[in-house]
Antibody, heavy 120, light 109 residues
Framework: QITLKESGPTLVKPTQTLTVTCTFS??????????VGWIRQPPGKALEWLGL???????RYNPSLKSRLAITKDTSENQVVLTMTDMDPVDTASYYC????????????WGQGTMVTVSS | QSALTQPPSASGSPGQSVTISCTGT?????????VSWYQQHPGKAPKLLIY???KRPSGVPDRFSGSKSGNTASLTVSGLQAEDEADYYC?????????FGTGTKVTVL
């Protein structure tokens, strides 16, 4: 059974860097085909794709946010980390991680999400 | 990147069917058979309903079905039930990126 859970700060100040960790179980990012994606959702608004990372360290990013994003993995700890620099109030959102298998191109299992507010 | 266009809302009475469209371009929806659909209840994480345009994960009722014609994908919910009231999103793989839909709120009258 695959599960994912996001953790990180609930409040960050403008211009700061956000770090959110996705801790998962039920699969390994050392296994061919496995991947984890990141998606966010501002309150009352639509989902937005941020990026994803695959078992082979292949990384894909939303082109409009690419300069601010970094996704890394710690295979031994079963964790994926999302880093977003220069946070702004418009980045206030719930941040989700989700499981993905290469070639299927869908997010089949999602974490519960973590709400991040950007405010001074 | 431009989001996929979905109608903001759709509605139907219990037992009826509702169809939600998801319109993109030849570079995303039209170019790949990798459209997926998600259901999201308030305060909850999205749930996968359909992947690769027409496939249902195990456990998803066959009331949910997907299709695609040209640059437009569609999700049909047949036999509407009260618990189907939720937001629905389409997502498509588009090469080196994903493109998300604008979301549709389905109301069961």
């Amino acid at each position: 059974q695959i599960t994912l859970k996001e953790s990180g700060p609930t409040l960050v100040k403008p211009t700061q860097t956000l770090t959110v960790t996705c801790t998962f179980s039920g699969f390994s990012l050392s296994t061919t085909g496995e991947g984890v994606g990141w998606i966010r959702q501002p309150p009352g608004k639509a989902l937005e794709w941020l990026g994803l990372i695959y078992w082979d360290d292949d990384k894909r990013y939303n082109p409009s946010l690419k300069s601010r994003l970094a996704i890394t993995k710690d295979t031994s700890e079963n964790q994926v980390v999302l880093t977003m620099t220069d946070m702004d109030p418009v980045d206030t959102a719930s941040y989700y991680c989700a499981h993905r298998f290469f070639g299927v191109h869908a997010f089949d299992i999602w974490g519960q999400g973590t709400m991040v507010t950007v405010s001074s | 990147q431009s989001a996929l266009t979905q109608p903001p809302s759709a509605s139907g009475s219990p037992g009826q069917s509702v169809t939600i469209s998801c319109t993109g371009t030849s570079g995303d929806v039209g170019g790949y058979n990798y459209v997926s659909w998600y259901q999201q209840h308030p305060g909850k994480a999205p749930k996968l309903l359909i992947y690769e345009v027409t496939k249902r994960p195990s456990g998803v009722p066959d009331r949910f079905s997907g299709s695609k014609s040209g640059n437009t994908a569609s999700l049909t919910v047949s036999g509407l039930q009260a618990e189907d009231e939720a937001d629905y999103y389409c997502i498509t793989y588009a090469g080196m990126k994903d493109v998300f839909g604008t979301g549709t709120k389905v109301t069961v009258l």
